[in-house]
């Protein structure tokens, strides 16, 4: 399983580098946003897929499951959505001050 969420891995961050690399904002903002999704199941792989119960203090338990990797991927998630929230919104902006979302016009290098 863990090798199949690898290969996942590595096609979303090969699609996300693709759209960052695009000359339109809305295709870059997509682009990190795949990315940050790629990073969250690579942080979920990495802390393996253990059965057990659950870690509550009270229980002899010998084998239990690990929490801190769910919790740092709902961390990131949270933030992941706040700050594409942000983004889009800039991108609105500046789509409606410049009237282009071309990265190259709002650099200013006007394409020939």
Same mark, same amino acid.
């Given at each position: 399983?863990?090798?199949?969420? &690898?290969?996942?891995?590595? #096609?979303?961050?090969? #699609?996300?580098?693709?759209?960052?690399?695009?000359?339109?904002?809305?295709?870059?903002?997509?682009?990190?946003?795949?990315?940050?999704?790629?990073?969250?199941?690579?942080? #979920?792989?990495?802390?393996?897929?253990?059965?057990?119960?659950?870690?509550?203090?009270?229980?002899?338990?010998?084998?239990?499951?690990?929490?801190?990797?769910?919790?740092?991927?709902?961390?990131?998630? &949270? #933030?992941?959505?706040?700050?594409?929230?942000? &983004?889009?919104?800039?991108?609105?902006?500046?789509?409606?001050?410049?009237?282009?979302?071309?990265?190259?016009?709002?650099?200013?290098?006007?394409?020939?």
């Amino acid at each position: 399983m863990e090798t199949l969420m &690898v290969i996942l891995v590595g #096609i979303l961050i090969s #699609i996300g580098t693709y759209l960052i690399l695009s000359k339109q904002l809305l295709r870059i903002v997509l682009g990190a946003s795949i990315v940050g999704h790629a990073v969250n199941l690579l942080l #979920i792989t990495s802390g393996g897929l253990k059965t057990g119960s659950a870690p509550l203090l009270g229980e002899k338990v010998a084998n239990f499951t690990d929490a801190i990797p769910q919790a740092l991927i709902l961390t990131a998630i &949270v #933030i992941n959505f706040a700050v594409t929230a942000l &983004v889009l919104v800039l991108c609105y902006r500046a789509y409606q001050s410049f009237g282009t979302d071309d990265m190259e016009q709002l650099r200013g290098n006007e394409l020939e």
